[in-house]
């Protein structure tokens, strides 16, 4: 669901600019507004699932996407569904990290390969997918339904997670890294926010969060390097493989954003094409 609401939006964002009269500033919030919450809170996320239960996370992230989802289709104001979207990618913050977690519980050791390649695999043919699904949903019913969409499967999900093993860190449980938290999600934020308004660099405002962001996140990798219970241990940056994963995960998503946004936009408004089509 997080992954394929991740690019089902793009593809109606003309469509919700006619009917709710936004500017393109803040179309491109309805896109970034969702993955400016999800960036902030995922670390937290996960922290809380090692926490308090991963299945437990999760479910309270799926049924919390089901309900931003329900209001961002029934929003009237361009602010609304801005402020829905940043509650669903909280929500999403929840969910992901936890769906993976809970895979390695579910499964053996010998299967845990397999089943995590088909976590991938599927991950990637929602993302492919989610242009097709909002395309057709917005040329032959209407934009609301794309958020609508995630209503059903919502409800599938939960069924599918409650029969799945419950999991948890025994050591998180001995202490939560609240510092590592609060400086991680205030990093994290500040920076993204930082970066989506980076035409405006003059700006206090920007330039406020910039040194924010940097500030909080040097602060949250020493905490972490002196925790007891770090949210992000730093010797995982010690693997090679690790480092990589990750650089190739953000030179991937950077470019598939600018993409999937402004393509999909040039498209319907300077080509003239149908969302489908788009």
Do not use: K
């Amino acid at each position: 669901m997080a992954l394929l609401d991740g690019t089902v939006v793009n593809v109606a964002l003309r469509r919700i600019g006619q009917d709710l009269d936004a500017s393109l500033a803040q179309l491109q919030w309805i896109t970034n507004g969702y993955l400016l919450a999800l960036a902030a809170f995922i670390l937290l996320g996960g922290s809380l699932g090692d926490r308090f239960g991963r299945r437990r996370i999760f479910v309270v992230g799926v049924m919390g996407f089901a309900a931003a989802s329900l209001l961002c289709a029934l929003a009237v104001t361009p602010g609304q569904l801005i402020t829905a979207r940043l509650v669903q990618g909280l929500a999403a913050a929840l969910l992901t990290p936890g769906s993976l977690a809970m895979i390695q519980g579910a499964f053996r050791q010998e299967d845990r390969s397999r089943a995590i390649g088909a976590w991938s695999g599927l991950g990637g043919i929602a993302a492919a997918v989610g242009p097709f699904v909002g395309g057709w949903l917005v040329q032959y019913a209407s934009w609301r339904w794309v958020f609508l969409l995630n209503l059903p499967l919502a409800a599938v999900t939960v069924v599918i997670a409650r029969r799945s093993p419950e999991t948890s860190d025994p050591t998180a449980v001995a202490g939560f890294d609240i510092a590592g938290a609060v400086l991680g999600a205030t990093g994290l934020a500040g920076l993204t926010f930082a970066l989506i308004e980076a035409g405006a660099l003059s700006t206090p405002v920007v330039v406020a969060c910039v040194v924010l962001g940097a500030g909080a996140c040097a602060a949250f990798v020493q905490v972490e390097r002196t925790s007891r219970h770090p949210m992000m241990p730093p010797r995982l940056f010690g693997s090679r493989q690790f480092n990589a994963a990750n650089l190739m995960t953000l030179l991937v998503y950077a470019a598939l954003g600018a993409v999937l946004f402004f393509l999909v936009l040039q498209l319907q408004t300077v080509a003239g094409y149908e969302p489908l089509q788009a």
